[in-house]
């Protein structure tokens, strides 16, 4: 980490630790004596530019969070291997039995974008390109759905497609299968629009996403 970076964060901590921090001080301090407690295990993509907390307006210890490349979620497998995502999604439903989780795709997606490149093949490169396997399903899906589409459009439409499919892929994990049919469990899809601030869910009864605030529909578009 360069100078000027290390300096960048060390002035934000300081001001975290001065103003944030003691603006929610006995939070943090249940929160260290109780332990968590979150609403709902959010899945979202790696991007930098998508803050969970900030998009949800959420407290500490309100979001039990999992980033990954693409928010995918990788089907089921019974091994031995490592499997990040897949025990932190163990985890917030068998031990701190959360009744929500939140898949959430966004625009402007990195992962999503490569779909559409060729990328050759290197060692620094296997593990990522293996990962994006988990997006040529709703790749498949767009382009027969918008063959007519120019370029933005179609990525805007995998995106989309893209959160439906890892929504059928939590359901091959058996925790998370037996508490939906049990109704114990909800899962929710969304689409955050980095550049208009916006959140869509899935509507699974109409089959589209729709604005997550009833308060947008009164807004001029």
């Given at each position: 980490?360069?100078?000027?970076?290390?300096?960048?964060?060390?002035?934000?901590?300081?001001?975290?630790?001065?103003?944030?921090?003691?603006?929610?001080?006995?939070?943090?301090?249940?929160?260290?004596?109780?332990?968590?407690?979150?609403?709902?295990?959010?899945?979202?993509?790696?991007?930098?530019?998508?803050?969970?907390?900030?998009?949800?307006?959420?407290?500490p210890?309100?979001?039990?969070?999992?980033?990954?490349?693409?928010?995918?979620?990788?089907?089921y497998?019974?091994?031995?291997?490592?499997?990040?995502?897949?025990?932190?999604?163990?985890?917030?439903?068998?031990?701190?039995?959360?009744?929500?989780?939140i898949?959430?795709?966004?625009?402007?997606?990195?992962?999503?974008?490569?779909?559409?490149?060729?990328?050759?093949?290197?060692?620094?490169?296997?593990?990522?390109?293996?990962?994006?396997?988990?997006?040529?399903?709703?790749?498949?899906?767009?382009?027969?759905?918008?063959?007519s589409?120019n370029?933005?459009?179609?990525?805007?439409?995998?995106?989309?497609?893209?959160?439906?499919?890892?929504?059928?892929?939590?359901?091959?994990?058996?925790?998370?299968?037996?508490?939906?049919?049990?109704?114990?469990?909800?899962?929710?899809?969304?689409?955050?629009?980095?550049?208009?601030?916006?959140?869509?869910?899935?509507?699974?009864?109409?089959?589209?996403?729709?604005?997550?605030?009833?308060?947008?529909?009164?807004?001029?578009?």
């Amino acid at each position: 980490m360069s100078d000027k970076v290390l300096q960048e964060f060390e002035r934000g901590h300081e001001a975290f630790r001065t103003v944030n921090f003691k603006q929610n001080e006995e939070r943090f301090k249940t929160l260290a004596e109780k332990g968590q407690n979150p609403k709902a295990l959010f899945i979202g993509c790696s991007d930098s530019r998508v803050m969970p907390a900030m998009i949800t307006g959420s407290k500490p210890g309100d979001l039990f969070i999992i980033r990954n490349i693409g928010n995918f979620v990788a089907p089921y497998q019974p091994d031995a291997n490592y499997h990040a995502t897949a025990a932190a999604i163990e985890y917030a439903i068998s031990v701190l039995e959360l009744t929500d989780i939140i898949v959430c795709g966004h625009s402007h997606c990195g992962a999503i974008a490569s779909l559409y490149k060729n990328i050759e093949p290197t060692d620094e490169n296997i593990h990522t390109l293996k990962w994006l396997e988990l997006g040529e399903a709703p790749k498949k899906i767009a382009m027969m759905s918008v063959p007519s589409a120019n370029k933005e459009e179609l990525l805007r439409y995998t995106e989309k497609a893209s959160v439906i499919f890892q929504l059928e892929n939590l359901l091959t994990y058996p925790a998370v299968k037996k508490r939906v049919d049990q109704d114990k469990l909800f899962l929710h899809g969304w689409y955050y629009d980095i550049e208009g601030g916006l959140i869509e869910y899935y509507d699974d009864e109409k089959y589209e996403f729709t604005p997550l605030s009833s308060k947008v529909n009164g807004e001029k578009s």
